[in-house]
């Protein structure tokens, strides 16, 4: 044929017609893998600065971490980090993210920051991002900043609308901060910092961010309520709160305390629905988990004093976007490799665009907040 005629299909390779090695007669030899014993790395000599004594060292700074050691980790990771070559970004990466969460158990937590916002700026794809995200997380939550913990699972929910376990977070967090918000000196509440007591969201809020059914029960705190029938010690005081406040103030902190309500209420709605779609695809423990999450779920609605038609009103909103298809494309989406400008415009910039987003529907069918409260005024009157 002339030059030329194969325009689809080119030429084919020379390896196609070679012939295949013979094969030797005889048994084949047995496979033997390597046995390595349980923290083998300890007794491994660490001389040179090559990848496998840099490796040994990082296994033996994960294993310090695991054991509460923070400052021996935190010691093995800084003594490898500047010898790592440029070209293993990876481990960089890694290292740096164990050195921060190191630093969050000493209580550096500024040190800690300037390596997230460090990992924040060299990130390339959703991944990196997201690991970041819940670094960040982490940080502000042993921070106990209220503010900048619910920030941060915004971001994390704009980049993974349809994992529970970030509603199920943000759910809490907001919980925290109808507490706060319900303090009886307002001073008190500027002067924390939307800084939350409860100790169960503490517990809750130490969890690295990982999708783990057996963390979640952790972040719905049992005395966490917002019922206008709570507990008569906490009612007694509120209600001298009210009563000793003035009058605007008293309104403006009351539909502040309402709308902070309706959020977590819309947070908790939204986990369930999630883990009601992801419950066909479970078996087992799994399963077990999910059903025992959701009925935890709906025993903290009842604390809520909306009605039945609110909560059917708030579960069509936050339900809208639960299609089948639409979630596969999320779950299954492959790691989108972009720039840093590309991923920072994947995440919302504030809560008030995240909250626009997700609670204005709400809002605008709830009806007018403050005149809700004003109806809760009168009744505690």
């Not at 020379?14 to 496979?31: C, I, K, N, T």
């Not at 199920?168 to 007591?197: C, I, M, Q």
């Not at 029938?229 to 009351?254: F, H, I, W, Y």
């Amino acid at each position: 044929m002339e030059t030329g005629c194969w325009p689809l299909c080119g030429e084919f390779e020379d390896s196609v017609f070679e012939e295949r090695p013979e094969r030797r007669p005889g048994p084949l030899a047995s496979y033997r893998a390597k046995h390595c014993e349980p923290q083998w790395f300890h007794e491994e000599t660490v001389d040179g600065d090559d990848a496998e004594a840099l490796t040994i060292k990082k296994f033996r700074g994960d294993l310090a971490y695991r054991q509460g050691e923070y400052q021996k980790s935190l010691q093995e990771y800084s003594s490898i980090f500047e010898k790592l070559p440029p070209t293993n970004f990876a481990m960089k990466r890694d290292v740096q993210e164990g050195q921060a969460r190191c630093l969050i158990h000493l209580g550096r937590h500024r040190e800690a920051l300037e390596i997230a916002t460090s990992l924040e700026n060299k990130a390339t794809n959703t991944d990196h991002l997201t690991t970041v995200l819940y670094l960040q997380f982490a940080i502000c939550s042993s921070l106990q900043n209220l503010e900048k913990t619910i920030l941060c699972l915004q971001k994390l929910i704009s980049l993974h609308p349809f994992n529970p376990w970030n509603w199920g977070r943000l759910a809490a967090a907001y919980l925290d901060l109808g507490l706060a918000l319900s303090a009886p000196s307002p001073s008190s509440y500027k002067e924390t910092g939307f800084v939350s007591s409860d100790k169960t969201a503490n517990s809750s809020f130490s969890h690295s961010g990982k999708d783990c059914l057996s963390c979640f029960p952790e972040m719905l705190p049992a005395d966490s309520a917002f019922s206008v029938e709570m507990s008569s010690s906490s009612s007694q005081e509120n209600e001298e709160a009210l009563k000793n406040t003035p009058n605007g103030v008293r309104e403006d902190r009351g539909a502040a305390l309402l709308e902070t309500q309706m959020k977590a209420c819309a947070s908790f709605i939204r986990t369930r629905l999630l883990l009601q779609f992801a419950q066909f695809q479970q078996t087992s423990f799994a399963l077990e988990k999910n059903l025992r999450t959701q009925q935890e779920i709906e025993d903290k609605m009842k604390e809520f004093s909306f009605k039945e038609d609110t909560l059917l009103l708030i579960a069509e909103v936050m339900g809208e976007d639960i299609i089948p298809e639409k979630i596969k494309d999320e779950v299954h989406t492959e790691v989108k490799c972009v720039g840093s400008a590309v991923l920072t415009a994947m995440v919302i910039a504030s809560s008030e665009e995240f909250e626009d987003k997700w609670f204005r529907k709400i809002k605008d069918c709830f009806g007018s907040i403050e005149n809700q409260f004003h109806t809760e005024i009168e009744i505690l009157a």
